[in-house]
């Protein structure tokens, strides 16, 4: 019988192998085998806990969306300023923060991204987490912006979020997070100039 207590343990000790092993090697070469001798617990442990690779990827995104949301949370609770456009470089600084951008969890976003295509559960974890950042955008534009105006902005928002991630995910180079910030900021003090034109 498990020790009360150790599966909270057992699924971090997973998910961070999980995050290693793509790292290392990729999602598709990452075996349950590999995984759980990096984890230092039996491929049956995975099974118990989490059914399949695409259970444990399941897992590990979770993980990582759950960061991204305290993430988000802290940055908003904390500003001095309540102006949509700071809630809104706030929202970007989450996004690109160190626990988003590093190289294991840049690989395993990549590896979600391309499972949630074939796999309807990752599909729905990944709709989730764009409907989210596509909402907390919607809110701070429609502060100053037209409905309409405010969802073009807020789609705009997201993609280049999406868009300077993807392209430094891609580039095998360090994730420059102050260019990232630099580009979006100007895009939202842009849009903001523009209206109060």
């Not at 001095?80 to 690109?96: C, M």
């Not at 955008?137 to 991630?165: M, N, Q, S, T």
């Amino acid at each position: 019988m498990p020790k009360v207590g150790m599966q909270p343990i057992r699924r971090q000790q997973l998910i961070d192998a999980t995050l290693a092993a793509v790292n290392e090697v990729g999602m598709h070469d990452a075996s349950i085998a590999q995984i759980a001798r990096r984890a230092g617990v039996s491929n049956g442990i995975i099974s118990h806990y989490f059914r399949d690779k695409n259970g444990l990827l399941e897992a590990t995104m979770r993980y990582l969306l759950s960061h991204l949301g305290d993430s988000v949370k802290q940055r908003l609770a904390t500003l001095n300023d309540d102006a949509p456009t700071a809630r809104l470089r706030a929202i970007a600084q989450a996004n690109f923060d160190e626990g988003q951008t590093n190289d294991p969890a840049m690989k395993t976003w990549l590896a979600f991204w391309a499972s949630s295509m074939h796999h309807p559960q990752l599909y729905r974890l990944q709709q989730v987490n764009s409907r989210r950042l596509y909402s907390n955008l919607c809110v701070e534009f429609r502060r100053f912006l037209p409905h309409h105006e405010a969802r073009l902005a807020a789609k705009g928002l997201a993609g280049l979020i999406d868009g300077l991630w993807l392209r430094s995910a891609l580039s095998h180079q360090v994730f420059d997070r102050q260019e990232a910030l630099l580009i979006t900021h100007r895009y939202i003090e842009s849009l903001a100039q523009s209206a109060a034109r």
